[in-house]
């Protein structure tokens, strides 16, 4: 059994549902046709990371930085939510208190219609100031060059890039810290201060991974799902949603 009770029966209140930690990464997104970025067909194989996701990147060229965005909002706004999203979304119904954790900046999440999702590297449907972060605007289109905020300064995309701080990490280790259940679905583990959030689960909190190469990339302790988001998540939460228990299968 990859999951059991966990030791201390946190969850064994009458009313309350345990509480699944679930953290995403591209993988979860690639069966609605978005790209990841590390494999051989990646964006970072298309595109220097240098020089679309990074701050000095965009000082040095702001049209180069924005349209490489404008156009990843385009695909994002086109591709739907696909089973893995959908599933995640329907145990909030029965099963699980779920807190989901991305690394992705799309919104296939929220539109597959769960209702508490933390963007660690950011948000692509959300543009900021360029000077103070703290000046936020929903975006659907492009930004152009032009753009500005309140203050008159370029608008760019709200998302993390190399280099920056991480806002929300603080608040993503609390959340893993309190999980009952911690669910990893479709990233490679490669990128800190994010992979570090597997260290702030508890040493009883049950852990598994789901991704094509789960037996390579999971750490110890970590029950490996080697499939697909599309295939595996959906099974994983038909089990736990049919026998009311956490085993994989
Ligand atoms: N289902 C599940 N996982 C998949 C699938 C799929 N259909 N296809 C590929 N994967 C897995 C790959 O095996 C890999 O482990 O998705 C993972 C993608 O890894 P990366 O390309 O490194 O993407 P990710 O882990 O999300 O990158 C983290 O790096 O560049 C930054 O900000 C960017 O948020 C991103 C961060």
Same mark, same amino acid.
């Given at each position: 059994?990859?999951?059991?009770?966990?030791?201390?029966?946190?969850?064994?209140?009458?009313?309350?549902?345990?509480?699944?930690?679930?953290?995403?990464?591209?993988?979860?997104?690639?069966?609605?046709?978005?790209?990841?970025?590390?494999?051989?067909?990646?964006?970072?194989?298309?595109?220097?990371?240098?020089?679309?996701?990074?701050?000095? @990147?965009? &000082?040095?060229?702001?049209? &180069?930085?924005?349209?490489?965005?404008?156009?990843?909002?385009?695909?994002?706004?086109?591709?739907?939510?696909?089973?893995?999203?959908?599933?995640?979304?329907?145990? =909030?119904?029965?099963?699980?208190?779920?807190?989901?954790?991305?690394?992705?900046?799309?919104?296939?999440?929220?539109?597959?219609?769960? &209702?508490?999702?933390?963007?660690?590297?950011?948000?692509?449907?959300?543009? &900021?100031?360029?000077?103070?972060?703290?000046?936020?605007?929903?975006?659907?289109?492009?930004?152009?060059? @032009?753009?500005?905020?309140?203050?008159?300064?370029?608008?760019?995309?709200?998302?993390?890039?190399?280099?920056?701080?991480?806002?929300?990490?603080?608040? +993503?280790?609390?959340? +893993?810290?309190?999980?009952?259940?911690? $669910?990893?679905?479709?990233?490679?583990?490669?990128?800190?201060?994010?992979?570090? $959030?597997?260290?702030?689960?508890?040493?009883?909190?049950?852990?598994?991974?789901?991704?094509?190469?789960?037996?390579?990339?999971?750490?110890? @302790?970590?029950?490996?799902?080697?499939?697909?988001?599309?295939?595996?998540?959906?099974?994983?939460?038909?089990?736990?949603?049919?026998?009311?228990?956490? =085993?994989?299968?």
């Amino acid at each position: 059994m990859w999951i059991d009770e966990p030791a201390d029966g946190r969850h064994q209140d009458a009313g309350t549902l345990p509480h699944l930690v679930v953290f995403t990464g591209s993988g979860i997104s690639v069966e609605s046709g978005i790209k990841t970025f590390r494999a051989s067909d990646g964006l970072w194989e298309e595109h220097s990371v240098e020089q679309v996701a990074t701050f000095d @990147g965009f &000082r040095a060229d702001p049209e &180069r930085v924005l349209t490489f965005y404008n156009q990843r909002r385009a695909q994002i706004c086109r591709a739907q939510p696909n089973a893995a999203h959908k599933a995640l979304a329907a145990l =909030e119904q029965d099963c699980f208190n779920v807190s989901i954790i991305t690394q992705n900046i799309d919104d296939l999440h929220e539109r597959a219609g769960s &209702r508490s999702v933390l963007h660690l590297h950011g948000e692509i449907l959300k543009a &900021r100031s360029s000077v103070d972060a703290s000046l936020r605007y929903p975006v659907s289109g492009d930004i152009a060059l @032009g753009d500005v905020c309140d203050k008159g300064s370029q608008l760019r995309p709200d998302v993390v890039w190399f280099g920056e701080s991480v806002p929300l990490f603080e608040q +993503a280790c609390a959340l +893993a810290s309190q999980a009952d259940f911690f $669910l990893v679905v479709g990233t490679s583990l490669a990128v800190m201060p994010a992979a570090s $959030l597997l260290s702030y689960i508890g040493v009883d909190t049950p852990c598994a991974l789901i991704d094509p190469d789960a037996d390579a990339l999971s750490p110890p @302790g970590v029950r490996a799902i080697n499939t697909t988001a599309g295939e595996g998540v959906p099974a994983l939460v038909e089990r736990w949603r049919r026998q009311k228990n956490f =085993e994989p299968g």
